[in-house]
């Protein structure tokens, strides 16, 4: 891609390796004319410190449990002044678990807006704590010895308001995620995608691997691609590790990361028992 | 056109008049009315507008948020409980310097649930900077929604009216109501410092430290404004309607050497209270704050030279009556009484005990009235 061609600027303040700017990338190129909307977190800080800015859309940045109620507002205002732009809540899971009536709220109203959850699988930009959808027994500053509550599915939650576009995506498939995008920017309504965005400091991997590590999660069927535009369906990327036979190895996934060191292999078989657990429910949905 | 109506009807009717193109509210009570009135409108056509059903108060100010700094005329309505909850969006609006107008129907606070009158509610918001108006009547009421329309775009500060609950949200008196022309002759198409999505700019992103203090003392400097352009405000609406609806109202005060501070409905009967002492040939008045904030520093001179006592439906823990500090700290011979918080009632008859004690000198400072 070229600099210009890019909604991020460089020399903007991520970290190494950052998924979050892989997304935010992938989107401009989705999208015309988005205007941004990020509650508290990492992305408030890639957006740059005023009065520099590194993103080269309008971006509102809100507090942390308000951003879709928000777009909302916004998305109202556009309506009555005849303005076209796509609305974009970019939020991290950080802000879907505070702000999950909020999500689900604006989901039932059906507002005119896209919500991505840039899904790191923790509270990164307080120093990785453990969110809703941390992985299950991944070591995290407040889960120093491995989270030991559920992990939820935030993508099927929000399907089952009955939306009209759902998605998950994956950094590691940036490809997957502009097609969905672009599939979305043309439905009205409410539209959502859950990005999974691997983080180097915060999974303790080497910050050359974010692409990999995200498709390592994808290979192993840890992380299931699947899209509902009306009708359920896997990702063309998920769908060979439909057959479980066909996964790569999820102990190999889990111990490049360092928030899994020490793990034991009854632990891993635990957790392999939950991912395939998942991948039974999401084929219900495929089916009808 | 003279009607009837209660005060929640009265702040709809307000909303619609002002043209609102969007209004976001969850319900609570005693505000409830305000919004399934509102929701009739838009529904019926009566209005038209945007109404967004959200699913908590911090939603109600998040959408009004986004739909103001996006550039249209906003309004949305709590009390109580539900103000606390949105809290956080309260200071947001006010340090985005975004115009729109909240209505709050001042309930207590619990536990125990309770859902009768008094200020601690509204008064949360006193250093947030938001305008904060009170009113004593259904027809300040509606008055004061209308005008806030013009003074926060005027200002690029959010207003908030409020009203005490049941006591005006739910009873009826009667209301003069200005026609749709006199309306828009007032109150001119929306204006605002910044409209969000205009052009490629970021609003809110972190910023050196510098510039929130430089922002802080910039809101400061515009609440010092503000109290000219709420008088300018209420001149011109006044010109049309003949209401004045000021920053303060003086009731028999000229010859009084003893001053009430008050505000809010419970204002109408220390009127009533004071005309009893009067004649009695007690030299006493009222000074009735319509705003909180700005707090009208001319009260000082309308106040120089009388023994005055303040009245307050709210506290702060072991210290005082919120309005009884603020007095304090700018005008002399200020006593202060606690009294009607959790909705005690407090009619004509224990006002008139209380103003005799405190003229007789024999009134306990921060006395708890019951």
Known sequence: MKIEES??????????????????????????NPVLVIPAGCSTIIAGIHPKATLKVP???????????????????????????????WMGDGGAD???????????RNDDIIVIVSDNEAYMNTGIQSSGTTFWKAKTTTSPTGKKEERKDLAAIMLMHRIPYAATASVGYLNDFIKKLEKAKNIKGFRFIQLHSPCPPGWRFDSSKTVEMARMAVKCGAWILWEFDGKFSFSQVSKPYKDKNKRNSLA????????????????????????????????????? | MRTIMTGNQAVAE????????????????????????????????????????????????????????????????????????????????????VPLVMSVVTRTIGPPWNIHTDHTDILT????????????????????????????????????????AFQLSHTSEVVDLPDQETVDEFLPERKQSYVFGDEDFTVGSIGPNEYTFKLRKDTFETMLKAEK????????????????????????????????????????????????LRREGIPIGLLKLRYVR????????VLEGKEVLVLDRDCSMGVGGILGLELKSFVDNVSNVIAGVGGVDVGVEELVKMFSLFVEGKLEETWWFV
């Open chain 1, 7 to 32: 909604i991020v600027m460089p020399g903007n303040p991520s970290c190494q390796g950052c998924p979050h700017v892989l997304g935010l990338k992938a989107l401009g190129l989705a999208l015309d």
């Open chain 2, 14 to 97: 307000a909303v619609k008049l002002a043209k609102t193109e969007v209004i976001a509210a969850y319900p609570i009570t005693p505000q409830t009315v305000i919004v399934e009135k509102l929701a009739e409108m838009v529904d019926s056509g009566e209005l038209d507008a945007e109404f967004i059903r959200v699913e908590s108060e911090h939603s109600a100010l998040a959408s009004v948020y986004g739909s103001a700094v996006a550039g249209k005329r906003s309004f949305t309505a709590t009390s109580s409980h539900g103000l606390l909850y949105m809290y956080e969006m309260v200071w947001w609006v006010a340090n985005a310097r």
């Open chain 2, 294 to 301: 700005p707090m009208p520093r001319k009260i000082k001179r």
């Open chain 1, 59 to 89: 971006v509102l940045h809100v507090p942390f449990a308000s951003a879709p109620a928000v777009a909302a507002g916004i998305s109202a205002a556009f309506r009555r002044r005849g303005i076209e732009r796509n609305v974009v809540v």
């Open chain 1, 98 to 108: 505070i702000g999950f009536a909020t999500i689900s709220g604006a989901a039932v």
């Open chain 2, 229 to 276: 352009v709420v008088e300018k405000v209420s001149r011109e609406y006044e010109e049309l309607t003949g209401r004045n609806c000021g920053l303060f109202e003086e009731y028999k005060l000229d010859d009084a050497e003893y001053a009430i501070v008050m505000m809010g409905a419970w204002s109408g009967d220390a009127k009533d209270a004071i005309d009893e």
């Open chain 1, 252 to 288: 190999e996934y889990l111990r490049s990361q360092g928030r899994f060191r020490g793990i034991s292999d009854e632990e891993i078989k635990e957790i392999e028992n939950a991912v395939e657990k998942q991948w039974k429910y999401l084929e219900v949905f495929e089916k009808l």
């Open chain 2, 125 to 164: 918001m006193r250093d947030s900077g938001w305008i904060i108006s009170m009113a004593e009547n259904v027809q300040e009421a509606f008055d004061l929604t209308i005008q806030g329309f013009k003074i926060c775009e005027e200002l690029s500060l959010p207003f908030t009216a409020g009203m005490d």
